[in-house]
């Protein structure tokens, strides 16, 4: 992640060695990261409240080892965008009764709602 700007990277949230962005920041990174010729490899969705990580493993998106980046971009791409339009993520945060519980307490959980993302040099 060292390469990606500090404009990009303070818009992240970082806990333990991973990165992830708010889910309207994802284009910026898949499309910053092609830029700078790193592969996008892909990620999964999480939400982030103070004391808690819930990841969803289940709702992911793969580059399945493209080598290139801009074919591991535009494959990213597309399968960020169907995911985005697959899923409810609140009705999946409702899962978890923390966060459950987060919501009933005035928490917001867009704001919390993250995907990890994954990033390799070419």
Known sequence: MQKLPNTLLQKASLRGNEYAWLLRDIPEVINTAEHLGLINQGGQLQ???PDA??????IE????????????AIRCRDAFNA????HDFRARA????????FEKQGGDLESHTFFVWYLTEA
């Open 61 to 72: 998106v793969d580059s399945f080892g493209v080598k290139d980046c801009s074919k591991a």
């Open 47 to 49: 939400f982030r409240i």
């Open 83 to 86: 995911v985005i339009s697959k």
């Open 53 to 58: 990580t819930c990841e969803a493993k289940e």
């Open 94 to 101: 409702r899962d978890w009764k923390i966060l459950r519980d």
